[in-house]
């Protein structure tokens, strides 16, 4: 006699927008990011029957049938990544995270404007995917982003996927950042290079595409748990 208990739903993680590192109580660093392509892959995700968490940025909408927990600075998606990453099978890191942030932000208070210069001193962000690697189980699935200029793109995407250990990784070009669009690629771990069929297309349209991907991957490495 087989068991016909049908197999639960994928869950996904997917992480969007941009960190905000504060540099008093009033100014931060950030970044560009609008997190609309994260927030797509979420929302991609759960149309096709995944259960979905979005790790969301500053000014990240929330999307319709999604989890969503907010974050702020790269320590508070890191918190968070930490306690939900145990619980899904896949990851999908869309999020902007910033590469460096002020090393003594004023404990309170507005610094005061001057006419003197100010310099800032800046420390790196630890790498959050590093961070990830031990509480990663097998059958779990980790998809990254990079973000560069077109003619870099491919050659760093491809690097990074091989340094960071990813399963697949998605090759989005820097030119695209805040239009409606989107001209990337999925490069997966076998060094295979899959693009959507109309090219260049809305980000949602792309997001619905890359979930086509993913979620297959992600089903085929949780059954064999590997």
């Given at each position: ?7 639960r ?5 997917v ?21 609309r ?14 259960e ?15 989890r969503?927990?907010r974050?702020r600075?790269?320590n508070?998606l ?16 869309a ?6 942030r002020?090393a ?26 590093a ?14 982003f ?14 990074k996927?091989?340094r ?14 805040e ?18 069929a ?26 064999l748990?590997?």
């Open positions: 006699m087989t068991d016909s208990t049908p197999p739903p994928l869950r996904a993680l992480t969007a927008g941009p960190t905000h590192e504060p540099i008093d109580a009033v100014r931060y660093l950030g970044n560009r990011s609008s997190g392509i994260g927030r797509a892959i979420a929302g991609a995700l759960a149309s096709r029957g995944a979905v968490t979005l790790l969301a940025g500053p000014g990240v909408a929330e999307p319709p049938h999604v969503t927990v974050f600075t790269a508070d890191d918190d968070a990544l930490r306690q939900q990453w145990p619980a899904h099978d896949l990851l999908v890191m999020a902007a995270v910033a590469d460096f002020p003594a932000p004023a404990a309170s208070g507005k610094l005061r404007r001057t006419d003197a210069r100010l310099t800032l001193e800046l420390e790196p962000v630890p790498d959050l995917l961070g990830l690697a031990s509480l990663t189980r097998p059958g779990q699935t980790v998809v990254g990079a973000l560069e200029p077109a003619e870099d793109l491919d050659r760093s995407a491809r690097e996927l091989v960071k250990g990813l399963h697949a990784i998605v090759a989005n070009p820097i030119e695209t950042m239009s409606a669009e989107v001209d990337g690629h999925l490069v997966t771990a076998d060094g295979s290079a899959h693009r959507p109309a090219g260049r297309c809305s980000k949602e349209a792309f997001a619905d595409w890359l979930a086509g991907m993913l979620m297959p991957m992600a089903e085929r490495r949780r059954a748990g590997a």
